[in-house]
């Protein structure tokens, strides 16, 4: 039901029976040639690039070759007029029939419209937060949690067959600094003066409970072993216990991740060798020294010979080192270790959600991912920038749990779960966002969260209104698909049934570009639609959607409330949020 691709299909049927009756060439490729929402509404429904495409490699002019197309076009008994606009757009317009059936289909297909086929079951994975497991999330994570989360959901409302996954960073140093911090608060549980917490541990209280539990379960018996005996049982304690918070947290912002794959694993199974061993077979992989970074200077940098991976062959900036001087595995093989995994595992598609700072890091991965997988997986890391917290305009002061940050869950306490996740996607992904504490509480348009849960729970209020006035009538979704829907006259009433049709194009295109802050930015323009609707019924009261001697004019009317309340609450479940029947102060 995407009016465009529909009309897509419908554009191509014609051009291929242009290239039949040799008005066109038979070679001619047509797979550029788009249907769009033309960029002033005056000019129509939908706007055909066809002639502009087409006219050069067949030899014409492309008003030319648009009036040829255009003369086939008028004869649709759905389009209404087709004009030449410039040097060749076509412009359709649909007629009103057209738009009033599109809200019966709507209204048939409930919140499953929208759903596409575009992604054919093909597999996807969807990484996100991958926090390092040495403490609680915090309003930083809270993003790219909720970017991935509803990016997964999107891709699944889209037709692709989408796994959710947590990468466990679990081998590296900073789960040995874990592993002392454990230690630390569980020697302070057995009772030991352990004054102030030496630099490099973690410091947040979230890890006195965790030795209080060890101290209560195992008593003193690790309390004074050398760190060797007890270092490998205290890491894998803190990661075990970090990984129970950070899903808590997850799940208090409404995520669940079906995978939740350990780095450590990865190489004790011999996942970084199997990465090796590929790159050497493409002769990839060799011996020697770098030159030093950007801004180091002869006294603090030192060429030595290292294992090298060719990645400026594939587009990196230089070459990268796949094993430390003491013969540990860099962090970069691990991520290759694990990006091939997932191409094993037979994801083509794979899409990282990671913060700003990882900016950097994303043409040597992308260098890996290409050199293993002769480019047949796809990667694409989406980065997002940094959330400020504000507190009406100033820089918010909450709770700091965690010891030196506001914890995600602190911000879910704050303002709530569906705030937190529509808020995060207010603005694209990589633009900085500001999260004001304050004014996310307001009713008032300048509030996208209550602007739009505003529209979902003004049409049960409309719905209550009509049942009043006609106690005996059957207002649900069923009955108003037989609703007499030609009483849909006004020009803001199709215009709302318009933006209603721009649904599924929305999914499709968000899912493509793997941008679900568009499904944001599209349910404020349907909300601003309808509320617009009502508020000029309050000046004309011809308008209003319950009109109190006419039960058939208030039934279409209804149809049409109803279609706004389906696609509100699509979009708003594709998110994480849920829709609300009413709203209190």
């Known amino acids: 039901m995407n009016v465009f691709s529909d009309f897509s299909d419908i554009v191509q049927v014609e051009i291929k029976a242009l290239q039949d009756a040799g008005s066109l060439p038979a070679d001619l490729d047509a797979s550029r040639v788009a249907v769009d929402p033309p960029r002033d509404a005056s000019h129509g429904d939908l706007t055909c690039n066809a002639a502009m495409m087409l006219a050069k490699p067949a030899g014409m002019k492309p008003r030319d070759l648009a009036e040829l197309l255009a003369t086939r ?5 759905l389009i ?23 809200l019966r289909d709507v209204l048939a297909a409930g919140e499953a419209y ?32 909720v970017f991935g989360d509803v990016l997964a959901s999107l891709l699944d409302k889209a037709g692709y067959a989408v ?58 018996k690790w309390r004074d072993g050398a760190e060797e005996t007890w270092l490998a049982d205290f890491r894998q304690l803190g990661v075990d216990a970090m990984m129970v918070q950070i899903r808590d947290d997850l799940a208090v912002l409404g995520i669940v991740q079906s995978v939740f794959t350990s780095e450590r694993a990865l190489v004790e199974a011999g996942m970084v060798d199997a990465v090796i061993e590929t790159l050497e077979g493409k002769g990839l992989i060799y011996r020697g020294v770098l030159e030093p970074p950007k801004g180091k200077t002869p006294d603090d940098w030192e060429e030595r010979p290292q294992t090298l991976f060719r990645a400026s062959n594939f587009g990196d900036d230089s070459d990268r080192p796949l094993k430390k001087s003491d013969g540990s595995w860099t962090y970069f093989a691990s991520d290759l270790a ?16 990671w913060g700003a ?49 506001v914890t995600l869950r602190d911000l879910v306490d704050s303002v709530g779960r569906d705030v937190v996740r529509f808020i995060m996607l207010t603005r694209k992904n990589d633009a900085q ?10 009713q008032s348009r300048d509030n996208p969260v209550f602007y739009v849960q505003y529209a979902h729970a003004r049409s049960y209020s409309v719905a209550r209104m009509a049942k009043e006035a006609f106690p005996d009538a059957d207002f649900t979704i069923e009955a108003m698909q037989g609703a007499n829907l030609a009483r849909l006259t006004d020009s803001d009433e199709l215009g709302l049934i318009k933006v209603i049709a721009a649904w599924p194009r929305t999914v499709e295109g968000a899912a493509e570009a793997h941008e679900p802050h568009r499904l944001a930015f599209y349910l ?3 909300a601003a639609a309808f509320h617009a609707l009502w508020s000029k019924a309050r000046e004309d009261t011809s308008l209003r959607f319950v009109v109190a001697d006419d039960p058939e004019l208030t039934q279409a009317r209804m149809a049409l409330v109803l279609g706004v309340r389906t696609v509100v609450a699509s979009g708003l479940r594709v998110m994480g949020v849920e829709p609300v029947d009413e709203l209190r102060a």
């Open 357 to 405: 700072d990882h900016g950097g890091y994303v043409k040597r991965v992308a260098a890996g991912v290409t050199a293993l997988t002769d480019g047949e997986a796809a990667l694409d890391v989406k980065l997002c920038q940094l959330v400020r917290l504000l507190e009406d305009g100033e820089v918010a002061k909450m709770s700091k749990r965690a010891g030196t940050f």
């Open 433 to 442: 966002l500001d999260f004001d504490l304050v004014k996310v509480r307001e």
């Open 73 to 77: 076009l008028r004869a649709q008994e």
């Open 163 to 220: 796994t959710r996954e947590y990468y466990i960073n679990d081998a590296g140093s900073q789960v040995d600094a874990l592993a002392r911090s454990v230690h630390w608060r569980y020697r302070e549980a057995l009772g030991e003066a352990m004054g102030e917490m030496p630099e490099g541990l973690y410091p947040g209280d979230y890890l006195v409970p965790v030795g209080k539990d060890l101290a209560e379960r195992e008593g003193d």
């Open 80 to 102: 209404e007029s087709v004009e030449i606009a410039g040097p060749g757009f076509l412009n359709l317009r649909l007629g009103e029939d057209y738009w009033r059936d599109h």
């Open 524 to 526: 404020y323009d349907l």
């Open 338 to 353: 694990y990006h091939l995994d997932k191409y094993r595992r037979g994801f083509g598609t794979l899409i990282n959600v």
């Open 114 to 145: 929208g759903d596409s086929t575009m992604g054919a079951d093909v597999p996807v994975n969807v990484e996100y937060v991958s926090a390092n497991p040495t403490g609680p999330l915090h309003v930083g994570h809270a993003r790219g949690a």
